[in-house]
């Protein structure tokens, strides 16, 4: 198992829209719908704000979507706002009650 | 409001073995699953393992040789277990629920640092 392969970093301007790309294989990110996206601050935990590729828990913002195509799942901050900068990182579970991260993403907002 | 917070201690030399504890408060650590999650200065976040409030576990296949998880539900708490640890193994360590059973971890503890040092 090989962790998800995410970009080191992405940058956009306030209001802008960027998009955070987290490549798996079909043993993961291609055969099951179980991809989760955290949003995490230096020195605070991980906060869940996409699960299952799609969906996001009560109280995050709408402005953060995901998708998926093939064994590609993306995050899309839109409406980029000063707090959105940290750090991105994707999950997918992995068969055989796994799981894998990828190796994080730094969003910063210029 | 459910919390969870990681204890253990923060140092410890080659070889040793790192253990930490997790305590649920503000809810039952039943009909949950329970995962360690660590993250090494600079690198990515990476998936230790889970336990179920019955006992059930799993772990990264890559951790599997040295790693043992357990849960005592009488005291709401659950445990890692890591053996003959390395300088490799310094990380912040996190608790996490997934209380949903599909591999998504709504809730994390706030992290302890371990670090592994002669």
């Known amino acids: 198992q090989s962790a998800l392969t995410q970009p080191a970093s992405v940058s956009g301007s306030p209001g802008q829209s960027i998009t955070i790309s987290c490549t798996g294989t079909?043993?993961?990110?291609?055969?099951?719908?179980?991809v989760s996206w955290y949003q995490k601050h230096p020195g605070t935990a991980p906060k869940l704000i996409i699960f299952?590729?799609?969906k996001r828990p009560s109280g995050v913002s709408n402005r953060f979507s995901g998708s998926k195509s093939g064994n590609t799942a993306s995050l899309t901050v839109s409406g980029l706002q000063p707090e959105d900068e940290a750090h991105y990182y994707c999950?997918?579970?992995?068969?055989?009650?796994?799981?894998?991260f990828g190796g994080g993403t730094k969003l910063t907002v210029l | 409001q459910v919390q969870l917070q990681e204890s253990g201690p923060g140092l410890l030399k080659p070889s040793e073995t790192l253990s930490l504890t997790c305590s649920v408060s503000?809810?039952?650590?039943?009909?949950?699953?329970w995962s360690w999650i660590r993250q090494s200065t600079g690198k990515g976040l990476e998936w230790i393992g889970y336990?179920?409030?019955?006992?059930?576990?799993n772990y990264n296949p890559s951790l599997r040789s040295r790693v043992t998880m357990s849960v005592d539900t009488s005291k709401n708490q659950f445990s890692l277990n890591l053996s003959s640890v390395t300088a490799a193994d310094t990380a912040v360590y996190y608790c996490?629920?997934?209380?949903?059973?599909?591999?998504?971890?709504?809730?994390w503890g706030r992290g302890t640092l371990v670090t592994v040092s002669s």
């Open positions: 503000g809810g039952s650590i039943g009909g949950s699953q």
């Open positions: 996490a629920r997934d209380s949903s059973h599909y591999w998504k971890f709504d809730l």
């Open positions: 336990i179920h409030h019955s006992g059930g576990s």
């Open positions: 079909s043993s993961d990110i291609g055969t099951y719908n179980l």
């Open positions: 299952e590729f799609t």
């Open positions: 999950s997918s579970y992995a068969g055989s009650s796994t799981v894998l």
